[in-house]
């Protein structure tokens, strides 16, 4: 658990006995690649960080296509938050693409450890910061930019991802033909 | 100010000496219909809470074409949330569409809040959660949804902003054309 501890420190210093109290709130799990973590239709019990692995987040249409939402590495976090945080159910899927070990902390868990220790209410605000500034950015690339520039942010802010994922999923996440994304490859 | 207490006492209670502390972090405005509040390029030093008024925040590409990215109505917050947390300068806009009162808070006021007082890092945590969800939604709809669908799902989640903002504007918001949006008006 010592990751999650420097990934918290990052935020917050936290002293070692607030830590034996932070990780008895989160439950360790490994799943197999190929494995669902979260089914369209689930109940959301939980979110995820990342120990080791690679997961991705996606939506199918009604069409049967599918639209990728996110994907997740070593640090962090994912779930459905608009069902985690309704306590309803999953209208995305996420998969594991690559064995993973993941951390799973529930709401409950979640709003006990805010309430209780204020400095993880900071931290959980500001990990949500940073998520809903790098949704924005999406959003605005997804309105405005061509496939070039999505491609050319995308590789810019995540470098570390578009080293690891099949040019298949970052083609879908980006929402450009994989002939466009290869072009874009061999140019860069 | 009896608004803004209203509206945190939605997430939290706070007391009489505590909601008199947490309105001297917040300087009240006035601006006129089609005034600014951020401009593209400038530094974003405060976020907004409307009291009254219509603003919509959108973003200009470098063809010049308009891409909307939030309205904002009575209650609600707006900023360059990107450029606000990371204090850099806007990449948007945000225009007054009617004669508004907002509320201005500063990052520095917000952090202060947020670390003195545990119940107000709680409630812009909750409230962060409620804006990353529906970003969440709006994300799943521009990949996946066809114009129909767009604005169907718009007109549930949001029916006081469908009636008080222009048609030409949600069919902005929405990323479809401004016949297609009174096709789909004329039908409901």
Not at 22 to 28: A, L, Q, R, S, V
Not at 125 to 139: A, C, N
Not at 144 to 149: A, H, M, T
Request: proline content about 2%; overall charge positive; charged content about 30%.
């Amino acid at each position: 658990m010592d990751e999650l501890r420097n990934h918290i420190e990052e935020i917050t210093p936290v002293s070692d006995e607030e830590f034996a109290y932070i990780k008895t709130f989160f439950t360790k799990k490994k799943i197999k690649k190929h494995q669902y973590l979260v089914q369209n239709g689930d109940k959301v019990l939980c979110e995820y960080w990342i120990i080791k692995g690679t997961l991705r987040a996606f939506y199918i249409n009604k069409d049967g296509k599918e639209h990728i939402l996110q994907f997740a590495i070593k640090n962090w976090w994912i779930s459905d938050y608009n069902a985690y945080f309704n306590q309803t159910e999953a209208s995305i899927n996420i998969i594991c693409m690559e064995d993973a070990e993941i951390l799973c902390l529930t709401l409950y868990a979640r709003e006990k450890l805010a309430s209780e220790l204020h400095k993880m209410e900071h931290f959980f605000r500001m990990k949500l910061t940073l998520l809903y500034s790098s949704q924005q950015k999406r959003i605005i690339s997804l309105l405005s930019d061509n496939p070039k520039e999505r491609y050319e942010k995308f590789a810019s802010y995540y470098p570390t991802i578009l080293q690891k994922i099949p040019k298949k999923y970052i083609a879908e996440y980006l929402g450009v033909c994989r002939e466009t994304l290869s072009r874009l490859y061999l140019n860069n």
